[in-house]
């Protein structure tokens, strides 16, 4: 079975530019999260979804930052315009269905390292 | 609100030594805890978590970590290190409350393992 994979692996943009990044999970899972590691901080959550829709975007830094999950399958995260602060590593995890427990394991994907410049 | 502490950003051990990462929490109600590994280029694993069914919970690659309400805390060990352990080591707690399954983390903690 496949994993969670991610991409791209690497990004490095400029200031000012538009980046979207790709996650897709692991088939059959409806819950789908972003979370970002900025560097020398830890991981924090951005949002989640279940199937298509929105369930917590409470992560979400501002509204530079917009994330779709297209059918329920693949998702995208874009940030338009990228700004320095936006650098980091962004994961993508998935769990199994909807009203599954809260001790569910989130399983991730390698990560985007994104750098801004 | 929930939050995770780890202490110590960088631990070194000899191979065969015993592994200790320590990780606290601060939560209003009981927690699930997790641990997570990253190797190099790779994405987070789950290593164990904590469901409240028994305290000392028993992961993969030998590791175990024992919840202790008292002290708040979730401690991770493996009593011999080896070379492939090194990595960055992740401690998370998620809510039980309401329908969140988001995860908090702790800042990790890089293990080396010196020869």
């Known amino acids: 079975e496949a994993g969670v994979t991610q991409f791209p692996s690497h990004s490095v943009i400029e200031k000012g530019q538009t980046v979207t990044l790709r996650c897709d999970p692991i088939?059959?899972?409806?819950?789908l999260y972003w979370y970002r590691r900025v560097m020398g901080k830890e991981i924090k959550f951005l949002l989640h979804?279940?199937?298509?829709?929105?369930?917590?975007e409470s992560g979400m830094p501002n509204n530079r930052f917009l994330a779709e999950r297209t059918g329920g399958t693949y998702s995208t995260l874009k940030v338009q315009p990228a700004e320095l602060e936006d650098s980091g590593v962004y994961f993508c995890?998935?769990?199994?269905?909807?009203?599954?427990?809260?001790?569910?394991?989130?399983?991730f994907g390698p990560g985007t390292r994104l750098t801004v410049l | 609100a929930q939050s995770v502490t780890q202490l110590g950003s960088h631990v070194s051990v000899s191979e065969g030594a015993l592994v200790l990462l320590r990780c606290n929490y601060s939560?209003?109600?009981?927690?699930?805890l997790f641990w997570y590994v990253q190797y190099p280029n790779q994405g987070l694993q789950l290593l164990l978590k904590?469901?409240?069914?028994?305290?000392l919970v028993k992961g993969i690659n030998g590791f175990e970590a024992e919840f202790k309400k008292s002290e708040t805390s979730f401690h991770l060990t493996k009593p011999s290190a080896h070379m492939s352990d090194a990595a960055e080591y992740f401690c998370?707690?998620?809510?039980?409350?309401?329908?969140?399954?988001?995860?908090?983390f702790g800042s990790g903690t890089q293990l080396t393992v010196l020869p």
């Open positions: 998370a707690v998620s809510s039980p409350s309401g329908s969140a399954r988001q995860l908090t």
């Open positions: 904590y469901t409240s069914a028994a305290t």
């Open positions: 939560s209003s109600v009981p927690p699930y």
């Open positions: 088939s059959g899972h409806d819950n």
């Open positions: 995890a998935s769990s199994p269905a909807v009203g599954g427990s809260l001790t569910d394991t989130q399983y």
């Open positions: 979804f279940v199937k298509e829709s929105k369930q917590d």
